[in-house]
């Protein structure tokens, strides 16, 4: 049975133990805070990332538009 005197006795190593959990919580509440802000930073990369890929995908149809459109007119303007 638990009474008060088991809390004096042992008040060393329930000490002991609530430090350990208080410094466990704040490791993981740090390297939780670390691995978000990195993973946070690889989804803006891949962000930017594919917004380049789109805008160069954008230049590199209107180059093509405008490529074929040249070809068609060279076309049209030989058979006149």
Known sequence: MINGSFFIEHSEVI???????????????????????ILARIKRARRIKLREIQANDKLYKLANKARVSSQIRAIMNAQL
């Open 15 to 37: 000490g002991l133990w609530i430090i350990y959990s208080i410094v466990m919580l704040i490791l993981y509440f740090v390297l939780d805070h670390f691995t978000s802000t």
